[in-house]
């Protein structure tokens, strides 16, 4: 399951704030204007997706709107849920056998979860388990690595582009030395490009990518702990032993919190 993350369009929306309110502290309304140039704007979103366009295939490319999507939506998966699932299926597997899980697992939603609990219903090894799982987690990252790669070298061209406009607002400006009164509107349009560069960069481009990274982060963290609840639940760990191991995961996440909310939820993982 999958819920909306309010805090991307919420903080693109405060960093554009605090920009709309310098500009109309010190400028007004009337100078506001000053600071849109349709022509920098073309120059720096043009150059950007040539360099882009340049820099990586066209599946990449189009894959990119999708993976930007990943930014506004957060997994809805409770690690304490998690761990407390792990303990009901292992109590499960050691009353009625492995056998008895697949009911359960057929109508799991985590393809990884399901993948690594039907490994264990048919009876593979341990280690081998282990590294089919692990890789494909590493694979996993490979792929979110690429789609992230796009916005994190946006954010680097982004900049460069602004710097180009302006050192050709630069020269077009020198060219009419011969009239002082158009050296400063000149000047003000050739520096645009490279706010606009600078803007893109760094309130859209680059934390879009650290939160695709977070995400991955915090995936990968999930994925650990499924690992290692399957291999409890594959060696016959009892509810007990699992439950420690897996508790281990979820206070170093969050230490303070999550060892009151596992002091709370104790009991009722103990009573399976």
């Known amino acids: 399951?999958?819920?909306?993350?309010?805090?991307?369009?919420?903080?693109?929306?405060?960093?554009?704030?605090?920009?709309?309110?310098g500009i109309l502290s010190g400028a007004g309304m009337t100078g506001f204007r000053s600071f849109l140039d349709i022509t920098s704007f073309f120059v720096v979103t043009g150059g950007l997706l040539a360099a882009l366009m340049v820099s990586f295939p066209f599946k990449e490319l189009k894959n990119a709107p999708v993976i930007l999507k990943q930014a506004f939506t957060i997994d809805d998966l409770n690690k304490y849920e998690l761990v407390n699932h792990f303990i009901e299926l292992s109590e499960k597997a050691r009353r009625q056998g492995l056998l008895s899980l697949e009911p359960d697992?057929?109508?799991?939603?985590d393809r990884f979860l399901r993948k690594g609990?039907?490994?264990?219903?048919?009876?593979?090894d341990q280690n081998t388990i282990s590294d089919?799982?692990?890789?494909?987690?590493?694979?996993?990252?490979?792929?979110?690595?690429k789609g992230r790669r796009?916005?994190?070298?946006a954010g680097e061209f982004a900049p460069a582009w602004g710097m180009i406009g302006t050192l050709i607002g630069l020269v077009l400006m020198l060219n009419h030395l011969n009239t002082p009164e158009t050296l400063g509107p000149n000047m003000a349009i050739a520096l645009l490009t490279t706010l606009y560069g600078s803007l893109l960069a760094n309130m859209l481009f680059l934390p879009i990518a650290a939160k695709l990274e977070e995400k991955t982060e915090e995936e990968i963290f999930m994925k650990q702990i499924m690992i290692e609840g399957i291999i409890g639940i594959?060696?016959?760990?009892?509810?007990?032993?699992?439950?420690?191991?897996?508790?281990?995961f979820v206070k170093e996440n969050n230490k303070k919190a999550?060892?009151?909310?596992?002091?709370?939820?104790?009991?009722?993982?103990?009573?399976?």
């Open 150 to 153: 796009v916005f994190e070298k």
């Open 234 to 248: 594959q060696t016959g760990q009892n509810s007990r032993q699992l439950f420690d191991k897996l508790s281990v």
């Open 132 to 145: 089919i799982l692990n890789t494909d987690i590493a694979s996993m990252e490979e792929r979110h690595r």
């Open 258 to 272: 999550d060892e009151e909310e596992l002091s709370e939820d104790e009991d009722v993982l103990y009573e399976a």
């Open 117 to 124: 609990l039907m490994l264990v219903i048919d009876g593979v």
């Open 1 to 21: 399951m999958k819920r909306k993350d309010i805090l991307t369009p919420i903080g693109i929306l405060l960093g554009l704030s605090m920009i709309i309110v």
């Open 105 to 109: 697992v057929m109508e799991m939603d």
